[in-house]
């Protein structure tokens, strides 16, 4: 198992225990991932087709035109600002656009484009002269199935005749009623509710399916069980889209039973690193000098932003009001917030409304935001033996050098025994962390 994927396996403990180390579950990690992030995730890393059938040539294209699209659609496409298509698009798009449909396993991290490339896909695929579901894309939670919609709606926005029909929760359609929209994106539950109970719609003609988010949804409770009784009542010749950000057996084995015949491509992650990472120090005797220099670093932050990460909710509660009491714009994210205040969170610190955000490890995943320039360690990461955790500080600090941008990173030790755990990261990389004096903060570079 790599390290994110075990880091997705971890679910929500400690929701209720503000001293608790916090983490969120999959669906929710995934959820602020796409939130936070402006743009796509570029790679280095050149796409590795796993698995196809010999028979079946492959393609790639490197721009939109080239895959014949409905005009109004390449328009919205084209709306949304992309250029050409990313990396995992390049691939994804010609198969799953091919005639006949060709399926399709594909598995890059969260912000390559998969949703981009599978919703282009629904939309061009509807025969919007039939006034039935023809589309399916399952994903596992409200949140993330609304996320999707979203990105559907904006990309159909010069195809107003394709129709979109949310199946979630709180949707509630007339008993005896027949969908006439073209697609469906809904949560497992409703989709089996209004396709084999209530049959509102015909599973049988749904001739395209789309997995999201794969891996989530087999950590998700009971969710497993109902995509595969889904997936049982589609008829032989509907073409299978899935997806998945991790790529450990357990969801290849989900795959392979969802999906048959298909071509499988791969992006790997690009490894972190702290390459571009200068990293510093600052010796502190109690709680109340290491908010002092929190201050004194949140003065110097100038034209970027800072993310500090403390260990429990408790002090990132504490250092918050501290900190709003004296007039700083902090934004907080914890667990005990609800989905829309996190949204909203994220909103706005992506959007530069605050340029200090404070937040536990339910954020050391995806805050590769290009305009954070400094991450403050208040409390450094320890493993459940209260052991260095050399793997989140990489998350927390690390870049994948796409940005080529530098960082800095601070660590407020405050006992020997930080000391003795910021000496282990230190000697864990291989790279030097720098003594900074607080009371003289112009040393940053
Ligand atoms: P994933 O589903 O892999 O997490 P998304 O499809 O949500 O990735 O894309 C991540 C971000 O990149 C989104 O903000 C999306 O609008 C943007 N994006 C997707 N495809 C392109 C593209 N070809 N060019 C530019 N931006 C893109």
Same mark, same amino acid.
């Given at each position: ?5 075990? =880091? ?22 995934? #959820? ?48 949304? %600002? ?5 990396? @995992? ?23 390559? %484009?998969?949703?981009?490339? $599978? ?48 199946? &979630? ?31 509102? $719609?015909? #599973?049988?003609? !749904?001739?395209? $399916? &789309? ?22 009542? #589609? ?8 997806? =998945?950000?991790?790529? *450990? ?22 490894? /972190? ?20 220099? &929190?201050?004194? @670093?949140? %003065?110097?932050?100038?034209? %970027? ?31 005990? #917030?609800?989905?829309?205040?996190? @949204? ?23 805050? *590769?935001? /290009?305009?954070?320039? @400094? ?9 459940? +033996?209260?052991?260095? *955790? ?42 030097? !962390? +720098?003594?900074? +004096?607080?009371?003289? =903060?112009?040393?940053?570079?």
């Amino acid at each position: 198992i790599s390290s994110d994927e075990s =880091s997705r396996k971890k679910g929500s403990i400690g929701q209720n225990d503000e001293d608790a180390p916090e983490q969120f579950s999959p669906a929710e990690a995934s #959820l602020l991932a796409k939130v936070i992030r402006k743009g796509l995730v570029e790679s280095k890393n050149d796409i590795e087709v796993q698995r196809r059938d010999p028979k079946s040539p492959l393609y790639s294209v490197k721009t939109f035109e080239a895959l014949n699209l409905n005009p109004n659609l390449l328009k919205g496409v084209y709306e949304m %600002g992309f250029n050409a298509p990313s990396k @995992i698009q390049e691939t994804a798009l010609p198969t799953l656009l091919a005639d006949p449909p060709q399926n399709l396993i594909a598995q890059a991290q969260s912000g390559t %484009g998969k949703t981009a490339a $599978f919703v282009l896909a629904m939309l061009s695929r509807v025969d919007s002269t039939k006034k039935y579901p023809q589309v399916l894309c399952l994903s596992p939670t409200y949140e993330l199935a609304i996320q999707t919609g979203e990105v559907a709606a904006h990309m159909a926005k010069f195809c107003p005749e394709i129709e979109m029909k949310f199946a &979630v929760r709180g949707e509630e359609v007339p008993k005896g009623t027949e969908l006439t929209e073209h697609i469906i994106i809904g949560t497992p539950g409703k989709v089996l509710d209004w396709g084999l109970k209530f049959k509102i $719609f015909d #599973l049988k003609k !749904i001739h395209v $399916f &789309v997995l999201d988010e794969a891996d989530v949804m087999i950590a998700t409770q009971g969710h497993q069980d109902q995509c595969i009784r889904i997936h049982k009542n #589609l008829s032989s010749s509907c073409q299978m889209m899935f997806f =998945s950000a991790t790529y *450990d057996q357990e969801v290849m084995d989900f795959a392979e039973h969802i999906v048959k015949n298909p071509i499988t491509i791969r992006l790997k992650r690009e490894e /972190e690193s702290l390459d571009n990472i200068t990293q510093y120090y600052v010796r502190c005797a109690n709680q109340q000098e290491k908010y002092n220099a &929190v201050t004194n @670093i949140y %003065g110097t932050v100038g034209v %970027g932003q800072a993310i500090i990460f403390c260990h429990t909710r408790k002090t990132a509660a504490w250092l918050s009001e501290k900190m709003a009491k004296d007039g700083h714009a902090v934004a907080v994210l914890t667990g005990d #917030l609800t989905v829309e205040q996190r @949204i909203n969170v994220l909103d706005r610190f992506r959007q530069g409304q605050e340029k200090v955000l404070i937040t536990t490890n339910v954020l050391s995943r995806g805050i *590769d935001v /290009e305009q954070v320039t @400094i991450v403050v360690n208040f409390d450094l990461p320890i493993d459940v +033996n209260k052991k260095a *955790d050399c793997e989140t500080y990489l998350h927390r600090i690390g870049r994948t050098g796409r940005f080529g941008k530098r960082g800095i990173a601070i660590n407020l030790v405050d006992s020997e025994q930080s000391m003795a755990i910021l000496k282990t990261i230190e000697k864990h990389f291989n790279r030097k !962390i +720098n003594y900074l +004096n607080a009371e003289d =903060s112009d040393e940053i570079e």
